[in-house]
């Protein structure tokens, strides 16, 4: 029998995403709609909570490759400046 071990041991929250990263919140959560779990991006669920994104580490790196395709092409999220 093989069973899965899984390997991550910590997450972070959006909100210490983006103020590690200098993003606006809202913002970053429009991108990071766009990720999957196989991303790594997860759900964290809490008493009285309606839920955090929250991400590995592996998601923050794929975040911050999302990050610079919408400054590239500012126009891809309509109705945010990235300035």
Do not use: C
């Amino acid at each position: 029998m093989t069973t899965h071990v899984n390997k991550v041991h910590h997450v972070t929250t959006i909100t210490q995403v983006a103020k590690d990263l200098g993003e606006d919140e809202d913002w970053l959560w429009d991108i990071a709609n766009e990720m999957e779990i196989e991303d790594g991006v997860i759900w964290v669920f809490g008493v009285g909570e309606d839920g955090v994104q929250a991400f590995t580490d592996f998601s923050i790196e794929r975040l911050i490759e999302l990050i610079q395709v919408y400054k590239d092409n500012p126009e891809l999220l309509k109705g945010w400046s990235t300035e």
